[in-house]
């Protein structure tokens, strides 16, 4: 079999060889056989899981307690209702952390001796609010500000909620942002000041922009993780998906309403994982790797 290209009609014209569209079908052959072994050992497993739960001794309770259809469709609506606060205090919560995170890890990079005070601060920020778990950084902060009965302390649960989750998760962020500050490398903001750039300008044209771009992917991971911690704030009260669903929960004791509220989450954060790793891969094409 010749390599030859084909002569074709028009000068600059390409033609494939006939050793590559063989090698080309080979390609294809490949991977169909690799995609239907893939879904029949996926076919198999499923079957044999689904077998395991099914002919458990305990499978007849659970399904009445976890999968009860009737208490599904009646709690879903007030669960449904509820997740809506929970995107509110995501959507809000995100946009916070996302500020008081860039504002800690440039607090951190100030090497100006006048300036300890704000860095030593920064780093005690970051060392307290990522050691405190945040379910009870929620109690601490839900129950302790307004006890304080200062003037113009919020009492709304969601708002007390929000501002505990800005600070255990803006403490991680900030760690995020410095990791991606401190990747640049110094000949760069060397550059940058040689050509005349105050810090402040150096920081806001080269830097920030390059460490954004390289810390996404993480940051994208870290608020799949506080989408799902918004549920946390139902140990103070706020009316959202979990706290729904505990509500129904108390009156039936049929955890199908807990399986509405997984479900919810699920629909909202699968889709920004996939979307999480869609930009790791192409950072990693970009990278060469």
Known sequence: MSDRISPVEGPGDWVKSERQHERERLRRSHGRRSASIATVSTVVFLVL?????????????????????????????????????????????????????????????IRTPAFFPIRALATLYTDIFRGV?????????????PALR????????ATLGIIALTLSYGAYVAEVFRS?????HPSQVAAARSLG??????????VLPQATRRVVPPLL??????????????????????????IHVAHSFKYSPYLASALLFLLLTIPLARFTDHLAARARRRRGA
């Open 133 to 145: 778990p945040t379910i009870l950084l929620i109690l601490l902060v839900g129950f302790g500000l």
């Open 49 to 109: 899981v689904v077998w395991g739960v099914t002919s458990s001794p305990g499978w007849p309770r659970v399904a009445a307690t976890f999968f009860n259809g009737k208490e599904f469709v009646h709690a879903l609506p007030d669960v449904l209702s509820g997740f809506v606060l929970n995107i509110k205090m995501f959507l809000i919560t995100e946009v916070l952390v996302l500020a008081v995170g860039l504002l800690v890890a440039l607090a951190r990079g």
């Open 221 to 246: 991971n870290d608020f799949v993780s506080l989408q799902k911690d918004t549920a946390l704030v139902a140990v103070i009260g706020p009316l959202e998906a979990l706290r729904q669903a505990q």
């Open 150 to 157: 200062l003037q113009g302390i919020p009492t709304d649960l």
């Open 197 to 206: 750039l105050s810090h402040a300008k150096t920081m806001r044209f080269v």
């Open 180 to 184: 991606g500050i401190e990747s640049i």
